[in-house]
Structure formats: C-alpha cells, structure tokens
C-alpha cells in the first residue's frame, strides 16, 4: 500500500499535483466519484444493482481506481501513513463489531445494530 501510495506521489510530483491546497477539492472530487458509480446503480434493488455493476464491469473498476488514487493521495498530502490507517482501522473494527454479536446483522446502533463503540 505505501509502495502505491509512493508511486502516486512521485506521478503527482512529476506534474507539480503534489500540492496541499488540493486537498479540499480532492475530497469534492471524491464526492463526485460516488456519483457517477451512484448513477450506475441507483432506484434499483439488490438483483438488479448486480446486473448493472457486471455490465458496466469497466466503469466500476474506474470508479474503484479513481477512489483509491484519490484517497491515497489525499493520505500522503495529509502526511498519514495509509497503510498504517486501514490496520489501525481494522484492529478498531475488531473490537467494535465482534463476529459473535455482528454476524448477520449491521452496524447501525439507532436501527438495532451492533456498534461496541
């Protein structure tokens, strides 16, 4: 992950991207993303969100490249060790939502989920 996360800095760096007043409209950017992937699948249930994701297989994986690309560089702009993050994150993860009382249910607290947090 921070192999990655290197590249995508030195590819910024290269085209002076790398730049810190980005971040806000990095995280816009973001937003924007979710949209368009939204748009794929949006006002249809489950089944038909899975038939959509396969027949639109190539934008998907876009959207999923551009968000990482994204969200990494947001990470290395904000000087955080990403890969160090999603561990943090997990162990977290871990502790809140163990399988014995999660599986088969949501995270939700205010609709009768699990949340330890």
Known sequence: MNEIQSKIKKFDDARGWGTPEQIKDLLLNMSEEIGEFWNII??????????????????????IGD???LVLKVSYLCNVDSEKSI??????????????????????KLAGGIDLK
């Open 42 to 63: 949006k006002w249809v249930d489950t089944e038909t969100q899975q038939k959509l994701i396969k027949e639109n297989k190539a934008e998907v994986e876009n959207f």
């Open 67 to 69: 968000m990482l690309f």
């Open 87 to 108: 561990n943090d994150v997990l162990n977290e993860y871990e502790k809140r939502f163990p399988i014995d009382k999660a599986k088969g249910n949501h995270g939700n």
